[in-house]
């Protein structure tokens, strides 16, 4: 049924169709009408699962530590300093290897204050070992959310499903919402093995040493990996069942293109409509969307891009004292590739400033045209 | 060999209950707790107190378990009867 | 593409009246439409914008819009505020007024201005205080039939599922609100 709805709506709507058992939410804006809706939805019948207040985010993960460790289905939503907060429990609970499924909308972090869409908050976990999904639209936040559960609990790593705030978390568009039967087919609950249980008492989360840390690290390294071949697997379910398919990346008329527009997020449809319009002027433009960031799908990037190509990787994020995260990925992967595409990294949109389809073009136009030097990172904005 | 290939199960760290009696704690010891049973009133603070559980009531008055007693002291500092030293531990 | 800028005051539900617009476009089935906050430090009276989005194919843009073809002002009293930043000579601006079109249009030189007597019509279904009467179901109502974006079923329906309030008053002024338009006009 298709519904009209904002990115966290979306995002709530996809909770409760998972059969979450528990969530645990701390506000901050513009993650707060997650909770809210949640709320609402618990109060009206409509979301079955437990939900806890919390006095904190890192509170707020840290119980989902335990209801995740008990065996339940847990979900949380959070934003730039929340997200921050929690960092140390982002490594607790990829490390007890539990499959927490949260919504980040991102936001940039302070100081100064500032409560619009930027990617350093997402990006700087990027080495907490958790999944992480860039989404372009609401029906993405949605069906991503959906998906991220069963890879999780396949994979037994966390997801982080990842919007732009207000570009998609206040936006309203219409939403395909599938119905609760259809959902259940494609997520049974979830019953782990092992869990915290009165009745065949454990402990858990007791001291390692190097020789069983190095084991357990070598094995998330490996499910990682292999986390890539679970997410084609769900996608195609997913597609199956719901007609509708997801790609770690997302290419658009990059195949003969000359010089490929690289951006994450709800921007990348601006990059594909920049590609239409150069294209219209006789330009080989396209654009690649990264959709999966962790595990970072270096191999499809590898064969999706060809030595004669240029990059410009659009940043929404910094790195101070080195570059935009994307570029330094994209830089990395391709680094054995021979000959690879020279790659320019632009830093565009930070604290919320927008990415129009002029400023793409802009930006393809100083790759394309070799008027930047691909060592050093571009700065832009749209003047307006 | 030095490269670590994947472990083949999911490695978790998870305990079964008892496990830490594999952790035999009387190697930490270096005093011993003796026992005047002559003066012991059987009032059981010694059993209650100590934090490695290692009190033991065979009968009506407690015995120590010297294999995990790490001689802190605890029921010496309770036992209101001062009926318990600690001693310095006796070479090998 | 059609791009629709909203000029209102913090509290007016200036967000939801996009937002039933974008109701209205879903259930009528032609295309579709964003409904999208320009999201601020809010405070009730201060000014706010939002926008539409609407085409018959699927919308890849969520940028802000710089150049609309229509602004929709649901406080008439807001003239001064940037309300034909980006207008293109012709572009439409419909206002929430009762003054008469000729010197509404002398305020507009070269844009295509229409009014809406929503003010009347809101406060005639005892929508919101005198001073501020809750406009927004009603001039949603109006820029339908106006853009000739829904018909009035899809209309009904948007603000009975936007709404929790009033609903049926506000769809009442929604609708008598889309019957005065005599004249589709293309943005």
Known sequence: ?384 | MPRLEPPQRLPRIISSPGSTTFNRTSSWRNLVPRIDLALCTGCLLCWKFCPEACVGLPGPKPEIGMDYCKGCGVCAQECPAECISMDQEAEA | MLEIRFHGRGGQGTVLAAKIISEAVLRGGTGQCLAIPEFGVERRGAPVVAYARISDQGIKIRSKIYAPGAVVLLDPRLTGSGITQGLSPGALIIINSERDLKSLSQQFPGMRVRSVPARRIALKHGLGPKATPLVNTTMAGAVCAMLDLADRAAVADAVASSVPVKTRENAEAALEAFDLVEEKLYA
């Open chain 1, 1 to 384: 049924m298709k519904k009209v709805l904002t990115g966290n709506y979306a995002a709530a709507e996809a909770a409760a169709l998972a059969g979450v058992q528990v969530a645990s939410i701390y506000p901050i804006t513009p993650a707060t009408q997650i909770g809210e809706r949640l709320s609402e939805m618990s109060a009206e019948g409509s979301f079955g699962g437990r939900l806890i207040r919390v006095e904190s985010e890192h509170s707020a993960m840290a119980s989902l530590l335990g209801a995740a460790s008990a065996g339940a289905r847990t979900f949380t939503a959070t934003s730039s300093q929340g997200l921050a907060y929690m960092h140390e429990m982002l490594h607790w609970v990829s490390g007890a290897r539990l499959p927490v499924v949260m919504v980040d909308v991102n936001r940039a972090l302070a100081a100064p204050w500032n409560l619009w869409s930027d990617q350093s908050d997402s990006l700087s976990q990027r080495d907490t070992g958790w999944l992480q999904f860039y989404c372009a639209s609401s029906q993405e936040v949605l069906d991503t959310v959906l998906m991220a559960f069963k890879i999780s609990e396949k994979t037994f790593l966390p997801s982080m499903v990842v919007l732009d705030g207000f570009t998609l978390s206040h936006t309203y568009e219409p939403v395909d919402v599938p119905d609760e039967k259809a959902v259940r087919e494609f997520l049974p609950p979830w019953r782990p093995e092992s869990r915290l249980d009165t009745g065949a008492p454990a402990a858990f989360g007791s001291l390692a040493g190097a020789k069983d840390y190095i084991r357990l690290r070598r094995r998330m390294a490996y499910d990682m990996e292999q986390a890539l071949s679970v997410i084609d697997d769900v996608a195609k379910e997913f597609e199956r069942l719901f007609g509708r398919r997801y790609e770690p990346l997302a290419p658009y008329r990059a195949w003969d293109a000359d010089t490929v527009l690289v951006i994450a997020g709800a921007a990348a449809g601006a990059a594909e409509a920049a590609v239409d319009e150069l294209r219209r002027d006789g330009h080989r433009a396209g654009s690649l969307r990264l959709r999966v960031f962790r595990p970072f799908p270096a191999d499809a990037l590898r064969r999706m891009l060809h030595g004669g190509m240029r990059l410009a990787v659009v940043d929404r994020s910094f790195s101070q004292g080195s570059e935009g995260t994307f570029s330094q990925e994209i830089k990395a992967a391709l680094y054995s590739s021979s000959p690879k595409p020279v790659t320019t990294g632009f830093v565009a949109g930070l604290g919320g400033g927008d990415i129009t389809v002029d400023l793409l073009k802009e930006i393809w136009a100083e790759a394309h045209n070799g008027t930047v030097n691909p060592a050093e990172t571009v700065w832009m904005e749209d003047a307006r």
